[in-house]
């Protein structure tokens, strides 16, 4: 939370800033545009960026890029042809360097601190709005007089459609607009015997000019930004710009209606001299700001030059920009945010198994063994790279397990791992367990990371959209219950179950999988991450032939070449085309030789 708030503070210093600069350009305009600037600067805070970046989240175009969970069985004929990792620096832990203590209470004094600054604000500001109020309650109704007779007069050529109710105050509180849906002018009932006729025109232009803006609503808007953020000298600064800004409009606008300046200035330095400000900036009153710019700019009669079409561009811009960017960044990014919740650092380890044994495999053994993995708690391989084992744990793809830099340099060593566990466990639980074994005894150490990546797009090869021959609609009715028994013999392979897919050099069956499925498992064997894009939906059956490609390393271990591509598209009617896309993987921190207990 502490993380949030300091980018959220930077980022509308940071807007703040910008408007500053801003303010140098337009110096010389209107300063109802440098007014808008600022309450924009203010609203900011209110609005962080993040809200915009998640908002680009749920409009994101691209596919989500999770690590695969095959819900089907894999047959593969050679474990040791799963790809090959390329290093990458291992990061590094930062130290601790606040005691756990300090740690935990550190958020709670800040909160506390927190809301004892806003709680002290938000009192002062009710106790002087009930000042004003009660001045309000107590104040008598103008029905008639000199007063209500020009403000009836001046509300149409101010723009005010609904006529504002005018009370008579015997306080010494300056003339001034309260409320905010529904406003009435608070009138000093003494001020008619020290002000001559176009004097209190003049005022009352002013507050008619406070009530067409509204700018009682924009003042509480900033009163709450003040509250929330009262720590932060910058919204004070910008609160101080915004009643400078929003006086010098209103003088504007009163000699604009036909003011003479030298009275307009007159009115208001008699108002200073005879009554007291507002207490709040919500009550808009006459005297606020600083009087001797603005009776210099009255005397003066000039409202600003009008922005030209250069900086109208110019603003118009930095205002798409601020709320763009950062929704931009959440489409952009909202891919890897859903990827990073399903990491696969996130999964448990489980307990470990009763007996271990694990030995280094024989060097000049180049067989490949098949896998025995229950029933009765049992996991062994023979002659079996510790990646291929880490793979398995983790349920990671071909090409999704990076290795560290102190890592990769043996972690396809060659193993014969022995492992029984007590009673029977089901597949997920040795998973786990296996989970455990990594960890106790090479010390293994892993997270989930996201990188920018090759990727192939499976789209349908055919312009009408048919299918190949070799790919239909599955005849399977759900996921076949039992599974073939028996170590796989890549010689006689036993019939594929619904629900799996088998894999051999130089061809590919499943069935009862879908199209995302076949995607991220069935074509893994192609050495980069494949996203479907074919539209389809259903669960298919497929099966495909080529002349296996026999050059080693890598996706070659499977027969994987152009002859692969052809099958593809002239017996299934997909195609595979390149593009880059957002890769979840298992990033490899740390493993050591096995330790033996």
Known sequence: MIALVADHLWQSTLCAGIVGLLMLLLRRNRPQVRYALWLAASVKFLVPFAALVAIGTQVGWRSSATIARAPFTLVIDSWDAIGQPFSRPAPTSAPATTSAIVASWLPILLVTMWFIGCAAILLTWVVRWRRVAAAVRVASLVDEGRELEMLRRLEPIAGIAQPITLLSSDTSLEPGVFGISKPVLLWPRSIAAHLDDEQVESILAHELTHVRRRDNLAAAVHMIVQAL?????????????????????????????????????????????????????????????????????????DAGATLNVWRKILLATAAVAVIVVPIAAGVLSSSRLRAQSSSPTDVTLGPPFAVVSIKASAPDDAKSYPWAIGP?????????????????????????????????????????????????????????MVRRLLADRFNLIVHAET???????????????????????????????????????????????????????????????????????????????????????????????????????????????????????????????????????????????????
């Open 376 to 432: 009765n708690g049992r996991f062994a391989v023979k002659n079996v790279r510790l990646r291929n084992v880490i793979l398995y744990a983790y349920q990671v793809n071909i090409g999704h397990l990076w290795g560290g830099s102190d890592a990769s340099s043996w972690t396809s060593d060659k193993f014969d791992i022995e492992a029984q566990a007590d009673g029977n466990p089901s597949g997920e639980q040795i998973r786990a």
């Open 451 to 597: 990188r920018e990546l090759p990727i192939y797009a499976l789209v349908r090869a055919r312009s009408d959209g048919t299918l190949g021959p070799q790919l239909r609609l599955s005849e399977c009715t759900g996921k076949a219950t039992v599974m073939p028994s028996g170590p796989f013999d890549p010689k006689n392979p036993p019939p594929v179950a619904c629900g799996t897919m088998q894999t051999r050099p130089g061809s590919l069956t499943a069935r009862w999988l879908t199209m995302t499925e076949v995607a991220d498992h069935v074509l893994a064997i192609m050495g980069r991450p494949v996203r479907d894009r074919t539209g389809l939906t259903g669960h298919y059956d497929l099966h495909a032939e080529w002349t296996p490609d026999s050059r080693p390393p890598g996706p070659q271990a499977f027969g994987v070449g152009p002859a692969t591509f052809t099958a593809l598209e002239e017996q299934l009617g997909l195609r595979l085309v390149s593009d880059t896309g957002p890769v979840e993987g298992l990033v490899i921190d740390r493993a050591e030789k096995p330790v033996q207990p």
């Open 229 to 301: 953020f009262w720590f932060h000298p910058l919204v004070w600064w910008i609160g101080a710009r915004l009643v400078d800004e929003r006086e010098r409009a209103c003088d504007a606008e009163v000699v604009r209606l036909g003011s003479d300046p030298r009275v307009y200035a007159e009115s208001i330095l008699k108002t200073c001299e005879l009554y007291v400000e507002s207490p709040l900036v919500c009550v808009s009153g006459v005297t606020g700001s600083d009087l001797k710019k603005r009776i210099e700019q009255i005397m003066k009669d």
